[in-house]
């Protein structure tokens, strides 16, 4: 069964305070990474995609990282409006097609 | 472009009555999803549809559930009788390939009394 987890479960940053969020997760095959952020009232956003370990990418000041059994999310010089739950998702081919699964989330407050 | 339309964006109803929620995905994309999420459980993904055909409904939670994609533009998710327990915030999504990044709607609220 694949799964996902997600630490810390809530983070509190001061601008200007660089962090990362940590994903875990165990699946057999794994077809893609996924990165959401949700904000209070609204739908998950899509961030990233990682498909390899070693894989990077950026996006203003996130910056989305994978390893065999891990992904990071480094927020660099984070702004309130970062403020948002981030959650990531797994994609195996082997036992699910096109599901999901994704993690808790994290609840990042960035305090001006 | 338009993302993701779902309706009603919130719904009250006592126990027992009939719930349907509704979705347009995006245009041109083949693959439409419906999550529930819930502060103890979240986000879960009840069903999903190809091309109009449902694929994987093995997260429905049972037979009070259905749901329907009659065309490319427009699916349901229908609760009959619904329950307290069901109360949650009902997300659809919808992507373009397998594999591919899912698009969310801002979803439905919706409490049983």
């Known amino acids: 069964e694949d799964q996902v987890t997600q630490s810390p479960e809530a983070l509190r940053l001061q601008e200007g305070e660089s962090s990362s969020l940590n994903c875990s997760y165990t699946?057999?095959?794994?077809?893609?990474l996924f990165w959401y952020r949700q904000d209070p009232g609204k739908g998950p956003e899509f961030l990233f995609t990682?498909?390899?370990a070693g894989e990077e990418k950026e996006k203003e000041r996130l910056k989305a990282t994978l390893t065999k059994k891990e992904s990071f999310l480094h927020i660099t010089a984070p702004k309130p409006e970062d403020s948002a739950t981030y959650l990531c998702?797994?994609?195996?081919?082997?036992?699910?097609?096109?599901?999901?699964?994704f993690g808790e989330g994290t609840q990042l407050t960035v305090n001006p | 472009d338009a993302g993701v339309i779902q309706s009603p964006r919130h719904e009250v109803t006592e126990m027992g009555q009939e719930v349907t929620l509704r979705c347009k995905p995006i245009?041109?994309?083949?693959?439409l999803f419906w999550y529930r999420q819930t502060m103890m459980r979240g986000l879960e993904l009840l069903i999903y549809?190809?091309?109009?055909?449902?694929?994987?409904d093995s997260g429905m939670p049972e037979d009070r559930f259905s749901a329907k994609m009659p065309n490319a533009s427009f699916s349901t998710l229908k609760i009959q009788p619904s329950e307290p327990r069901d109360s949650a915030v009902y997300f659809c999504?919808?992507?373009?390939?397998?594999?591919?990044?899912?698009?969310f709607g801002d979803g439905t609220r919706l409490s049983i009394l």
């Open positions: 998702a797994v994609g195996n081919p082997e036992t699910s097609g096109s599901r999901l699964t």
């Open positions: 999504a919808s992507s373009f390939i397998t594999g591919g990044d899912q698009h």
């Open positions: 549809f190809n091309n109009n055909v449902p694929i994987d």
């Open positions: 245009s041109g994309h083949d693959y």
């Open positions: 699946v057999s095959g794994l077809r893609g």
């Open positions: 990682l498909y390899s």
